[in-house]
Structure formats: C-alpha cells, structure tokens
C-alpha cells in the first residue's frame, strides 16, 4: 500500500464527511428511516415482552441495514449526478483507493446512525445494548455490509433503475452478515455465555474480510463501461 | 514515443448496442498542436472525446497516447489528462478552494505546491473573491470557470476540452482564450470540440470534423472554419 494510496483513500474521505456535514443529506435520511423503524417496531412488540426480547437484536440489523441501504444509493448517486464519479476516474489514483474511500465513508455514516440507535433502543425496549460486545458486533456488522453494498451501489448507479436494482442485489448477498450479526447480538443481550454467541462474531468477521478481499478485485471492473 | 504524435488514433469505433456513433476514425495530433473537434450535435464528439481519456472503451481500434495504449495503460495516461466536460465534475457542497485540494491531492500534487497553484488558478479564471463560496451557489459559468482550473491544476500534457464556451460571458471566454493560448505556448496539447465556427482561435493548427460519426475532414485548420466545415460536411 503506498502513500499516494493513503492520501486518496484519506481525500475522498474527508470530502464525503465534508460535504455531509453542510448538506446533513445521507445520514439524516437514514437516521430518520431508522429512528421510525425502531418506533414502529417497538409499538408492534409492545404487548409481547417475551417477543420483543426475542426480536430486538433483528430489529436493531434490519433497521441498520435498511437505513444503510438510503445511505450507499445517495452517496454513489450524488457522485453520479454531479458527473464527478467521471472525475474520480479520470484521477490517477486506483481503483482500490476510490473504493475504500468511499467504503469507509458509507461505513462511518452508518456506524453514526448506529450509535444514536443503540443507547435509544436500550431505552425502548429495556435491554443493555450499551456494551463492548455488542458495540464490536455492530462495527463488524456495519463494516461488512458497508463493503458489499458500496460494491453494489457503485453498480447499481450506473443503472437507470438504481434505486430498485440495490435492494434486490443486496439483500440477499447481505444475509450472511444478518445472520451472524442477529445471532451474535442476540446471545449478548440475553446475557449468554461468550462461548454460546463468540463463534458467530467470528464468522461474521471472517465473512466481512472474505467480502472485502472479493470487493477489493472486483471493484475495477465494476467502474469500467 | 512514436515520431507521429502524441495522439494516434487508428480505425477507432464505438457502438452503443447496435448503434454506430464512431466508425473506422483514423487522425494524430502532433505533441503542442490544438486540434478543433467539429461537427453537429450527435456527429459523437463527446463520445470520441471520452474514449481519449479513457473513461470509455472502444468497441474496436487503437488508442495511443504519448506512445501509451488505451486502454490497457490507462494508469499511465490518466494523470497527462486534463478533460473540461459537459458537466463541471464538481462537489456542489465543497467550495471552490476545498474541490482544487481535493483533486490537488488525487493528483499528488507536492503539498507544498497546492496553494500556489490553486490560488493562481483562482486568480486567473477570476474565482479568486469567491474562493471560499460553495459551488453549489456558482452560476454556470462560475463553474465553468472552477472546471477550467480544475482540469488545468495537475498542468497535463493534453486537455481535452468540451464545449469549453459554453455558459461563459464574453470576460469569460477572453478568459478561456488567454489560459488555452498560454497553455499551447507551454507545449500542452489540446483537443477541442465547439461549436463556435465565426472564429478560429489563433492556437487552432488542425481541425477534425464529424459527421454521422465518421471522420470527414481531418487537416490543417483554415481561418474561414464555417466554410471548412460546410464543404466537408457537403463532401461527406
């Protein structure tokens, strides 16, 4: 990995946090679907405690991985419609470097609305989702489908059905990591012992780096005509 | 580096499905020249102009750049590129300075280098007042104009120019005119579409003309370039 890499993965970083913080037009949305998620979820559950301690950790990575879904379409879009994807590529940096770029943007958006979900879940449905076990899950989890889903909504942008075309080839390829993820958390809530959930982060994180070795080959050919 | 020039290009054809948009296009561009790309809407223009940066692939045919072919040594020629194109390739919530540092960086350009050149582009396509404005409340020609600086900010070897005039008041394309001549001068190839036939620029040295996508004039550019065009497109 050389430096003109790091400066470039570093680049296109900053400008997406940049540019979301004076337009607050990504993580708004997906905090917002996220936020009713959880509420509409809560209310649902709300005569059944048994259920709700049952469904909690589903609701949490349903909830994430459909904001997240708002959030990778809208990043990939807005560098579409703005042509400036053209300028990326035109630039003399890697592809890998564009890709991990914007990975680590979309991830950084979504592990916010993660953050604001979990101490408010913990509240509504009165379990302890505040907890290092349960925070690493969520990083994991996030980082994981953030890989894929910048893959695919890099190529979905380029469709002009991209906004129904994500969700129909990122669900099912994202069910690996909400497998793993819902089991994991599940077993930390309930207060499981670490040998009963510990082997489903791990697959989680073996899943995430098989993801990204994927991604990170593939990703040239996803920009190319 | 071949002897002909420092853009080759040999029976070159793009099709879109079953759409023909470029056919069998054979043309060079001696290393300093400034070749005007005309023809009317549609003749594929931009398209020809996107398969020499390399953000689009030839159905068939060669593409060299400085010796380099397209595109299989795409890395090699994407940093000699410099492309003004339709779209102004610019972050709307990033400012005028913020979006030259960000691609100042993606070029690798010295740290040490990237003030100064961002601000004597700043300076000289007349953004300097509005350097910390968000583009998002430039006018088209505002953005024209950061476009121009961003594609000049890496000094490439070739700018690939599209419809560099449009949008631009009169102060703007004597603008455009002043920063192209300099950039000839300093040796900089440049390949330009416009539909602008009234005037040839004086740094012009060779036309290309399209029409219905094949190549029907490519040669020394004359003064008169809407008589040119005329019996070229007529001969066609």
């Known amino acids: 990995m050389n430096r003109h890499f790091l400066t470039a993965v570093r680049a296109i970083v900053s400008k997406d946090l940049r540019a979301e913080w004076r337009s607050r037009e990504l993580v708004g949305a997906m905090a917002l679907f996220s936020l009713l998620s959880v509420l509409v979820f809560s209310f649902a559950l709300e005569l059944d405690k048994n259920a709700r301690e ?17 959030g990778f379409n809208r990043s990939l879009a807005l560098e579409q419609d703005q042509g400036s994807l053209d300028a990326l590529l035109l630039a003399p940096v890697s592809r890998s470097a564009i890709f991990v770029g914007k990975l680590l943007g979309n991830c950084l958006f979504t592990l916010l609305v993660a953050l604001a979900l979990l101490p408010l879940m913990t509240a509504l449905y009165g379990v302890q989702l505040l907890d290092g076990w349960a925070l690493l899950t969520t990083i994991v989890g996030v980082f994981g489908f953030s890989v894929i889903g910048t893959l695919l909504a890099t190529l979905a942008v380029q469709t002009r059905s991209r906004e129904a075309l994500l969700p129909i080839a990122l669900l099912p390829i994202c069910l690996p990591f909400l497998l793993t993820a819902v089991r994991a958390t599940k077993g930390i809530v309930s207060g499981a012992p670490p040998s009963e959930w510990r082997v489903w982060l791990q697959l989680l994180a073996a899943i995430t780096i098989i993801y990204l070795v994927f991604c990170l080959l593939l990703y040239r050919f996803v920009l190319e005509e | 580096m071949s002897r002909r020039g420092l853009i080759e290009v040999q029976r070159l054809s793009k099709h879109f499905g079953w759409r023909s948009v470029l056919r069998e296009l054979d043309f060079f561009v001696h290393r300093g020249e400034c070749a005007l790309l ?37 890395s090699a020629v994407r940093a000699q590129i410099g492309l003004l194109a339709h779209r102004p ?53 505002m953005q024209q104009r950061l476009s121009l600086a961003r594609a000049l ?15 631009l008041d009169s102060a703007g394309c ?11 001068r300093s040796g900089c190839t440049i390949i330009m579409s416009t ?10 040295d060779r036309a290309l003309i399209l029409a219905g996508g094949s190549l029907v004039y490519a040669g020394p550019a004359a003064n008169d370039l809407a008589a040119l065009y005329r019996q070229a497109s007529a001969s066609a």
Not at chain 2, 53 to 63: D, E, K, P
Not at chain 2, 174 to 183: F, I, N, S
Request: proline residues 4%.
């Open chain 2, 174 to 184: 004597a603008m455009l005119d002043g920063l192209l001549t300099a950039a000839s």
């Open chain 2, 195 to 204: 539909h602008q036939l009234e005037r040839k620029p004086a740094y012009a």
């Open chain 1, 54 to 70: 049952e469904a909690i950790s589903g609701v949490l990575w349903v909830s994430l991985i459909f904001a997240s879904l708002l």
């Open chain 2, 89 to 141: 390739l610019l972050y709307e919530n990033l400012t005028a300075r913020e979006n030259l540092d960000f691609f100042a960086a993606l070029y690798a350009i010295p740290p040490a280098e990237r003030a100064r050149r961002r601000d004597d582009l700043l300076a000289q396509v007349g953004l300097a007042a509005r350097a910390n404005s968000l583009v998002r409340g430039f006018s088209r020609g």
């Open chain 2, 153 to 167: 900010l890496h000094q490439p070897d070739l700018l690939l120019l599209d419809e560099p005039y449009t949008g």
């Open chain 2, 38 to 74: 005309l023809g009317a809407n549609g003749s594929g223009k931009s398209t020809l102009l996107r398969l020499l940066c390399g953000l689009s692939r030839a159905t068939s045919g060669v593409i060299r750049i400085g010796g380099w072919s397209l595109p299989a040594e795409a």
